[in-house]
Nanobody, 121 residues
Framework: QVDLVESGGGLVQAGGSLRLSCAAS????????MGWYRQAPGKQRELVAS???????NYADSVKGRFTVSRGNAKNTVYLQMNSLKPEDTAVYYC???????????????WGQGTQVTVSS
């Protein structure tokens, strides 16, 4: 079992910055991807940014140039630096981990509990 614990959400004015953190505990296989999704009221959950264990990064078009995803040295943490925040960034942000089981190459995914980010205009 893997637990994901997020921190860093809050209320910020438009143009401001926030940094989200997520720490994974438990048995994590070496091949994995960590990242962030978000869900605004009445909308589907969407990918914000992800980073693989090999360092490959993917961003949603809406956040490119404003958000930066990174992993800690221990590789079981992921961060999301959010700059130039806009009201449309308001959502619950979820940490996500997907890992490949070596013995049969199946994938398992885990979700954090979510952290609220609110950007006021």
């Amino acid at each position: 079992q893997v637990d994901l614990v997020e921190s860093g959400g809050g209320l910020v004015q438009a143009g401001g910055s926030l940094r989200l953190s997520c720490a994974a505990s438990g048995s994590i296989f070496s091949i994995n991807t960590m990242g962030w999704y978000r869900q605004a009221p009445g909308k589907q959950r969407e990918l914000v940014a992800s980073i693989t264990s090999g360092g490959r990064i993917n961003y949603a078009d809406s956040v490119k140039g404003r958000f930066t995803v990174s992993r800690g040295n221990a590789k079981n943490t992921v961060y999301l630096q959010m700059n130039s925040l806009k009201p449309e960034d308001t959502a619950v942000y979820y940490c996500h981990l997907v890992t490949i089981v070596p013995v049969d190459t199946t994938s398992i995914q885990y979700w954090g509990q979510g952290t609220q980010v609110t950007v006021s205009s």
